[in-house]
């Protein structure tokens, strides 16, 4: 075989498939020309169903009518005065009466039903072809029969005369064809009534299912299932809080981070979203009372970034981030940046000193030498000293003694107030480190580059109680901003390298109140702020063999 004559086998060409569509849009579509179609035809049925019974009503009844109209005492009187003929008064009456009134035919018959009339002559002096016992017996018959003319809507009288005895009896026939007729005119208006109403509902189901095109941007079913789907996995496996609000400011959706970021449960969906936080901050940020980007809010012990976006359906839906390790380590670089300015200066006045020591070695002033190392090592002592004497946890002893160098080095006094002592029995020393380190830390912003600048830590226990007092020589705080430092986002400072203020205070508060203790600012003794904060449960309960430490009497 010639290979140029082998040409590649043709693939097979794909049979067009037809079946149930997958867009919404079509189906909806379909689903609706489908119940749209059924209700016309349903309701063309049920229309042409009594439409028949109707028709056939009433040329009975109008067969009636004229058998009534032709049943005279002077009709009677004939059929009484005469033989029945082709040519007699009664056929003549009945002739005028059947071609006047349209009707099929008009048979008078006496009381043994023989008929005196007929459109065909030759039937004249016969017996009718049906029963007419029930009509000689005085009771008028609508019905629709069959005779010897076809069938046909009848009516039948009896006919009295002029005394009111039956010498007789009027049939009258109505064309059972016509009645056919008449029916199947009224078809092609009313199915044109029909289609004009399937035409509109076709047109509404179309435009209705555009719209839902549109909303559906034209997806499939399945895709929307598939997108219900990824979005169920996607909010409770990612790591940011998100919170889907309508447009009466209800929470619509909450993933799992979103309920262990606020503190909520499940139950919160449905709620307002004041109702569920409560006022505040947070909520305030939440439901766009509150604008920006990346706007901070403290909720609990918790310090989180909020972002929100409005939707087109009027609601919002706002993300949030955990920032409370961020903050933390934030707040720790700064520590430890103001730590290693103060090592700074410390390695300057420590060459100082040691120029100072070697200059007394080599004037061989021994002495003096002697008393200057031990002055400058004293002083280092007593401090350590005199935080582990009136503090006894070692993690907050180890906070103040830090505090205290760095305050040293910008100038300022930090010390412990007489009276003062903190056994080591907290249930969380952590918490208290963060109380303390966010005062201190205010009030040394608050005091440095102040003549005599000077910072009072207070420790006071009431069973199980602690008693936090900060006291500093600074400018204060005015009475019209003591709630407002308390507030998280608000400050007069400048931004610190984590980028954020207005925390601090805001999370003493919360730590405070998570406690059922308060934290408040007021006016220090020498004019400074004298910020005060109470933390019920703070300490264990004391071991009974432990000896008992009494604190010094406080001097204020």
């Known amino acids: 075989m010639n290979p140029a004559q082998t040409s590649p086998p043709r693939p097979l060409a794909r049979r067009r498939r037809f079946g149930w569509p997958q867009r919404v849009f079509s189906q909806v579509l379909l689903m609706q020309l489908a119940i749209a179609t059924g209700v016309t035809v349903l309701a063309t049925g049920l229309f042409l169903a009594?439409?028949?019974?109707?028709?056939?009503?009433?040329?009975?009844?109008?067969?009636?009518?004229?058998?009534?109209?032709?049943?005279?005492?002077?009709?009677?009187?004939?059929?009484?005065?005469?033989?029945?003929?082709?040519?007699?008064?009664?056929?003549?009456?009945?002739?005028?009466?059947?071609?006047?009134?349209?009707?099929?035919?008009?048979?008078?018959?006496?009381?043994?039903?023989?008929?005196?009339?007929?459109?065909?002559?030759?039937?004249?002096?016969?017996?009718?072809?049906?029963?007419?016992?029930?009509?000689?017996?005085?009771?008028?018959?609508?019905?629709?029969?069959?005779?010897?003319?076809?069938?046909?809507?009848?009516?039948?009288?009896?006919?009295?005369?002029?005394?009111?005895?039956?010498?007789?009896?009027?049939?009258?026939?109505?064309?059972?064809?016509?009645?056919?007729?008449?029916?199947?005119?009224?078809?092609?208006?009313?199915?044109?009534y029909a289609g004009g109403a399937l035409a509109a509902g076709a047109l509404a189901a179309y435009l209705i299912s555009r719209r839902l095109q549109r909303q559906t941007h034209d997806l499939a079913f399945s895709d929307i299932s598939a997108l219900l789907a990824e979005r169920e996995a996607m909010l409770h496996g990612i790591r940011e809080g998100v919170v889907a609000l309508d447009r009466n400011g209800s929470v619509r959706l909450m993933n799992d981070e979103a309920q262990r970021l606020l503190g909520l449960g499940p139950e919160a969906a449905g709620r307002p979203l004041d109702e569920v936080l409560g006022r505040g901050r947070t909520a305030d940020v939440l439901a766009g009372r509150v604008t920006g980007e990346d706007l901070v809010t403290v909720r609990g012990h918790r310090v989180l970034i909020a972002n929100r976006m409005p939707t087109d359906d009027g609601g919002a839906v706002a993300t949030l981030r955990d920032r409370t390790e961020l903050e933390r380590l934030g707040r720790e670089l700064d520590s430890t940046r103001g730590l290693i300015d103060a090592l700074r200066a410390q390695d300057h006045e420590h060459a100082n000193r040691m120029h100072t020591l070697l200059g007394l070695l080599e004037l061989e002033m021994h002495e003096e030498a002697v008393e200057f190392v031990t002055e400058v090592v004293g002083v280092h002592r007593a401090t350590a000293e005199q935080v582990t004497e009136?503090?006894?946890?070692?993690?907050?002893?180890?906070?103040?003694?830090?505090?205290?160098?760095?305050?040293?080095?910008?100038?300022?006094?930090?010390?412990?107030?007489?009276?003062?002592?903190?056994?080591?029995?907290?249930?969380?020393?952590?918490?208290?480190?963060?109380?303390?380190?966010?005062?201190?830390d205010n009030a040394l912003d608050a005091v440095a580059g102040t003549p005599g600048a000077r910072i009072d830590v207070s420790f006071r226990t009431e069973g199980r109680t602690v008693v936090l007092r900060v006291t500093d020589s600074g400018p204060g705080v005015p009475e019209e901003n003591r709630e407002l430092v308390f507030t998280e986002g608000w400050s007069t400072k400048a931004l610190p390298s984590h980028g954020k203020r207005g925390l601090g205070l805001a999370l003493v508060r919360r730590l405070a109140e998570r406690r059922g203790g308060t934290a408040r600012v007021a006016d220090g003794p020498e004019g400074g702020a004298e910020f005060t904060v109470v933390l019920p449960d703070a300490l264990t309960e004391p071991d009974p063999d432990a000896p008992s430490l009494e604190p010094v009497e406080e001097a204020r």
């Open 390 to 440: 009136k503090v006894h946890d070692p993690l907050l002893a180890a906070l103040l003694v830090g505090k205290a160098t760095v305050a040293a080095e910008r100038g300022v006094s930090l010390r412990i107030a007489p009276g003062s002592l903190l056994p080591d029995r907290l249930v969380d020393p952590r918490e208290l480190v963060t109380v303390v380190g966010n005062l201190v």
């Open 50 to 192: 009594p439409l028949s019974a109707q028709l056939d009503d009433q040329a009975m009844r109008r067969a009636l009518a004229i058998a009534g109209t032709t049943a005279s005492p002077r009709l009677a009187a004939d059929l009484t005065g005469t033989l029945p003929s082709a040519g007699g008064p009664v056929q003549r009456e009945a002739e005028r009466i059947r071609t006047s009134t349209g009707a099929e035919y008009v048979v008078v018959m006496d009381t043994r039903g023989v008929r005196w009339s007929h459109t065909d002559p030759a039937e004249i002096g016969r017996r009718v072809s049906t029963d007419p016992s029930t009509v000689l017996a005085g009771r008028e018959v609508m019905e629709i029969d069959s005779g010897t003319l076809g069938r046909s809507a009848r009516g039948k009288t009896p006919l009295r005369d002029a005394d009111g005895r039956i010498v007789g009896a009027v049939s009258v026939g109505i064309e059972y064809d016509s009645v056919r007729d008449r029916l199947l005119g009224a078809i092609p208006g009313l199915l044109a």
